[in-house]
């Protein structure tokens, strides 16, 4: 089970916030989040990056986050 809906929230963003990272809407991460909608491996790629995570824990293969540095947001864009 993806645990987007868990990074999300850790990280202290909104559906929109993440939605807009990977330009898709807010109703659409709410897909993905309760399981309605299948994300496809680009959007899978593109989500583990904008959170800054490993696909392993993304994808519930991990139950650790690795030791990653943590996602910094400055007026809407990512650092990096």
């Known amino acids: 089970m993806l645990k987007l809906k868990?990074?999300?929230?850790?990280?202290?963003?909104?559906?929109?916030?993440?939605?807009?990272f990977i330009n898709v809407t807010r109703s659409q991460v709410s897909k993905?989040?309760?399981g309605t909608?299948?994300?496809n491996q680009q959007q899978i790629v593109d989500?583990?990056?904008a959170l800054d995570t490993t696909a392993d824990y993304f994808l519930g293969l991990s139950k650790k986050e690795a030791n990653i540095l943590i996602?910094?947001?400055?007026?809407?864009?990512?650092?990096?």
């Open 32 to 34: 993905y989040e309760s």
């Open 71 to 80: 996602c910094l947001f400055c007026f809407g864009s990512i650092l990096t």
């Open 6 to 20: 868990e990074i999300r929230i850790n990280r202290g963003l909104t559906q929109e916030q993440v939605g807009k």
């Open 47 to 49: 989500f583990v990056k």
């Open 37 to 39: 909608r299948m994300l």
